[in-house]
């Protein structure tokens, strides 16, 4: 099984800040690895596919790089409405589906 | 565009069976996508359930095999979840969702479209 290890668990930043979010894997995953956005009592929302495609209508300031083992989530300027939880997710040949932890990006 | 909705019983008691549904509307079912199911404890991250093609292949997260099965209903383009023998462990909101695609290869890995989910809460 492959373990998706996010860093770090809790990112404290103001709106306007950059935020860098870590997602590492316990074997290469290529470039099939995504990212998702979600807040209180919502369903979580596709961000980035393919380690650095930004899902339809997501802001340009959402970006993902990385491939193999190491891959990183970057929102250049946050908006208040980024202030979520984030999760990284692969599938491990065909079979099983894993999710990072989730890295929390509060307010400061 | 494709919108997902899940529906079932928010109680379930334990030891029993939970069954969910999931329709979809704005598309058909019968599609090369790949539909699945999530599910997220109180306060917990997710947690991949099982998935499902139109064709009938089905795949089930190991910790969950046994107790799994996803189908489909092509004529109410719907699929549907059920887990047997619950307990407390399984209370959570259940989603459904979409499995898109690699943009250079036929792999299918990540959710694309996702319903709002349900919660389901097992307790006697």
């Known amino acids: 099984e492959i373990v998706l290890t996010q860093s770090p668990a809790t990112l404290v930043l103001s709106p306007g800040e950059r935020a860098t979010l870590s997602c590492r894997a316990s074997?290469?995953?290529?470039?099939?690895l995504a990212w998702y956005q979600q807040k209180p009592g919502q369903a979580p929302r596709l961000l980035i596919y393919d380690a650095s495609n930004r899902a339809t209508g997501i802001p340009a300031r959402f970006s993902g790089s990385g491939s193999g083992t190491d891959f990183t989530l970057t929102i250049s300027s946050l908006e208040p409405e980024d202030f979520a939880v984030y999760y990284c997710?692969?599938?491990?040949?065909?079979?099983?589906?894993?999710f990072g932890q989730g890295t929390k990006v509060e307010i400061k | 565009q494709v919108q997902l909705q899940e529906s079932g019983p928010g109680l379930v008691k334990p030891s029993g069976t939970l069954s969910l549904t999931c329709g979809v509307s704005g598309g058909s079912i019968i599609t090369t996508y790949w539909w699945t199911w999530v599910r997220q404890p109180p306060g917990k991250g997710l947690e991949w359930v099982g998935e499902?093609?139109?064709?009938?292949?089905?795949n089930s997260n190991p910790s969950l095999k046994s107790r799994v099965t996803v189908s489909v209903d092509k004529s109410k383009n719907q699929i549907s979840l059920r887990l047997t023998s619950v307990t407390a462990a399984d209370t959570a909101v259940y989603y459904c969702?979409?499995?898109?695609?690699?943009?250079?290869?036929?792999?299918?890995?990540?959710?694309?479209?996702w319903g709002l989910g349900t919660t389901v809460i097992v307790s006697s």
């Open positions: 969702a979409r499995v898109g695609k690699a943009v250079v290869s036929d792999y299918y890995y990540y959710m694309d479209v």
């Open positions: 997710q692969q599938r491990d040949n065909w079979a099983l589906w894993t």
């Open positions: 499902i093609h139109h064709s009938g292949s089905t």
């Open positions: 074997q290469s995953v290529s470039n099939y």
